[in-house]
DNA sequence: GAGAGGATTATCT
DNA sequence: GATAATCCTCTCA
């Protein structure tokens, strides 16, 4: 017997709580990303937590600019940035208003809408690429800036919806350092995932790019 | 299979 | 002007 996944939409005060907490018990869970051609189901697997302006690496350490001030809203909200002159990243806003906390959604499984994704991400060579990697992730679900700010727990037609879905079991979730981040941002172990998921995206450590 | 390096632009100092 | 929460392609083994 096999039980269907949860597919209760998370109420708003599950991401009125500590960054620290909340990243952890989002794996596992199902967001939907409802695009214009249909749904798209991608169950997470890896997430980073960027803990405001306790944290280094967080968009937020430096104060309030035009591109994080989402951040700094109220919790439950997408917060999405375009990095590296190519590439967007998916964030979704954590901790009471005021507190600028997120989770950089890193990787997942795609679980429903796999063809739309791959339409998204034609260089795809197999279902465990679709979106493996913060980059990817987003290619997939066709998020851009246009998507910035848009709320993710809203009951209706937005364009986002996170479900309880299947929160693995605690010896499952790993953590470590995070990815990309120099520093002493780099010795929080605010990264977290799937333990032995193939979606996860293999671990680089922080390398500066050189000068040419 | 693994490692190195180029791509390309918004944002901040 | 430098940097960035990265990905893809090419090269070599």
């Not at 597919?7 to 869970?29: C, K, N, Q, Y």
């Not at 909200?77 to 375009?82: L, N, R, S």
């Not at 795609?110 to 690429?129: M, Y």
Request: proline share 11%; net charge positive.
């Amino acid at each position: 017997m096999i039980t269907a996944p949860d597919r209760t939409p998370l109420p708003r005060s599950f991401f009125d709580r500590p960054v620290l907490e909340i990243a952890p018990d989002l794996l596992g869970r199902t967001l939907v990303r409802v695009t214009d051609d249909g749904p798209i189901d991608l169950r997470l697997t890896e997430v980073e937590a960027y803990d405001g302006p306790n944290d280094p690496g967080s968009h937020a350490y430096r104060g309030r600019t035009d591109r994080n001030a989402v951040m700094f809203g109220p919790p439950g909200h997408t917060y999405v940035y375009f990095t590296y002159g190519m590439w967007h990243c998916l964030n979704l806003v954590c901790g009471p208003e005021g507190q600028p906390s997120g989770v950089l959604l890193r990787a997942g499984e795609i679980t429903a809408g796999t063809a739309l994704a791959r339409a998204h991400r034609p260089t795809s060579r197999k279902p465990s690429d679709l979106a493996q990697g913060p980059a990817r992730l987003a290619t997939a679900l066709s998020v851009d800036r246009t998507l910035n700010g848009a709320d993710a727990c809203s009951d209706g037609n937005g364009p986002f919806r996170i479900l309880a879905g299947s929160p693995p079991a605690p010896g499952a979730v790993r953590t470590g350092p995070r990815t990309g981040v120099g520093g002493e941002g780099a010795g929080h172990p605010w990264r977290y995932w799937i333990d032995g998921d193939p979606t996860v995206s293999p671990y680089r450590a922080h390398t500066p790019r050189k000068r040419s």
